[in-house]
């Protein structure tokens, strides 16, 4: 391959290569190849898929046709082999399971749970009775013939950034409710936490016991939130955002190889040329605005899936770590934590 080995071959044309010596962007070969060699393997932990961007519509109004289908291609095209959906409500949990199962051959799994700026969904449902159908989803969707679907409790959480969406009081009511959850199903949890710490770490510690593990998602915090989550016995899920400033980046140096996940949050939390990351970035895609967007390129400010591996190039630099070695330890933990039960070829679970 050349001068080109940091990066894959790719089927779609549209995916830009960065030459591997020197920073980003000083050179660029655009590859044609209709073969690809993913070198990695991915489980991306969140993505937010049943947003209606995927589907061409940006803030109600339809801007270009539905490319759910290329974003998947493009993602499969790096390696992401599973790939879960975040759901933040109930409304968004049975879409997701609705995506999970219209696309079964996939590897698309997803979470069921309340975000803390969708808690006061709980009161509008009536408290308890809409605590009882995300049971019953849950329920459900571990007696289904083929499988289920639903691999985590989440997002949920506590947010004291954003109280503008939801006060402390519900938040705290039922973020502490939604461990029963995890608890009946065994299920691990997919967990957010901002500006928050005190609150969270007294939930999580207090019901520590009822479930089996979790990962606290986007992780943004300092090196002594860091520790404070690590010592509960959770995980950390990295993407673009935990990339954004230098102490972020040292930050992420500290998090254990073995308590890492790799997440994108897309359709956010992208990596920006204004990030600090950037300049490690190797794998680019040709994208265009939303309103003037063509077949077979990426929409322009909406993260993919895809852009995992972006997460991952960061990561390595900045950790001083092998780019297979760090994907490969990720997936790893991405599979024991959300699908224990499926054996690893050759690899220690």
Known sequence: MGVITTVRLAKSANLLLSHNTGTW??????LTTTTMSASYKFVEIGANLTDPCFRGVVRGKKKHDDDFD?????AR???VEKLMVTAGKLSEARAAIELCLQHADAGIFTTVGVHPTRCLEFEKGGGEAYFEQLAQLLAEDRSRAGGPRVVAI?????DYDRLNFCPKEPQLKWFERQFALAECTGLPMFLHSRAAGEDFRRLVSQHRGSFRGGVV?????SAA??????????DIGLNGCSLKTAENLEVAKRVPIERLHLETDAPWCGIKNTHAGVAHVRTRWESKKADRWEAGKMVKDRNEPCTIVQVLEVLAAVRGEEPAELAARCYRNSMAMFFPNEKLEGAEQ
């Open 25 to 30: 962007p000083r050179v660029y070969a655009q």
């Open 70 to 74: 290329a974003m998947l291609e493009r």
């Open 77 to 79: 095209e790096v390696g």
């Open 154 to 158: 989440g997002e949920c959480g506590l």
């Open 217 to 221: 998602h986007s992780f943004t915090g």
């Open 225 to 234: 939130e860091l520790d404070d989550l690590l010592a509960l016995g959770l």
